[in-house]
Antibody, heavy 113, light 105 residues
Framework: EVQLKESGPGLVQPSQTLSLTCTVS????????VHWVRQPPGKGLEWMGV???????AYNSALKSRLSISRDTSKSQVFLKMNSLQTEDTAIYYC???????WGQGVMVTVSS | DIQMTQSPSSLSASLGDRVTITCRAS??????LTWFQQKPGKSPRRMIY???NLAAGVPSRFSGSRSGSDYSLTISSLESEDVADYHC???????FGGGTKLELK
């Protein structure tokens, strides 16, 4: 069964760095890409970036300077790091597989002092 | 950057109505268009991929179509369980539309 699960801190202080982990099961990271998507409260979805199955990455141009996605294939984990967080980064953060056919439950991240 | 203009932003319809939501692409995206349904407090669910292909387990009352740069999601006969937010996504440069909130009249 394909599963993805996001984990990370629920609260981050402004100007700090967000670190999230997506732990997957039921498939290999070397066979499928994993994307990160976020959704501010009451707003639409925003594509953030992707770890392709071959190990390369691509990022939303609006976030590129602050965002980094990496992985550990042995642990079936994909990592998101985003620095210089501001209140507008408050959102639910999702990881999702391939053509976005499978999604994690999401993790709520609040940026506040 | 490719922009996706989704309309309407909100829609109120009655049970049994035919409902259509549209996304317009600012550049050619071929058929790289996916539709998602999202219910409150839930993760998005893929409904249509490749502009016209029904995802596994999706009821046949849902369909996707394309006319030039306009991509549409149609529900042929609205059911109460279809009340949700709907999002389109272009997967050339990976941009979502602004979303449509579908409610019951």
């Amino acid at each position: 069964e394909v599963q993805l699960k996001e984990s990370g801190p629920g609260l981050v202080q402004p100007s700090q760095t967000l670190s999230l982990t997506c732990t997957v099961s039921g498939f290999s990271l070397t066979d499928y890409s994993v994307h990160w998507v976020r959704q501010p409260p009451g707003k639409g979805l925003e594509w953030m970036g992707v770890m392709w199955s071959g190990g390369s990455t691509a990022y939303n141009s609006a976030l590129k300077s602050r965002l980094s996605i990496s992985r550990d294939t042995s642990k079936s984990q994909v990592f998101l790091k985003m620095n210089s967080l501001q209140t507008e980064d408050t959102a639910i953060y999702y990881c999702t597989r391939g053509q976005l056919s499978y999604w994690g439950q999401g993790v709520m991240v609040t940026v506040s002092s | 950057d490719i922009q996706m203009t989704q309309s309407p932003s909100s829609l109120s319809a009655s049970l049994g109505d035919r409902v259509t939501i549209t996304c317009r692409a600012s550049q050619d995206i071929g058929n790289y268009l996916t539709w998602f349904q999202q219910k409150p407090g839930k993760s998005p669910r893929r409904m249509i991929y490749g502009a016209t292909n029904l995802a596994a387990g999706v009821p046949s009352r849902f369909s996707g179509s394309r006319s030039g740069s306009d991509y549409s999601l149609t529900i042929s006969s609205l059911e109460s369980e279809d009340v949700a937010d709907y999002h389109c996504l272009q997967s050339i440069q990976w941009t979502f539309g602004g979303g449509t909130k579908l409610e019951l009249k």
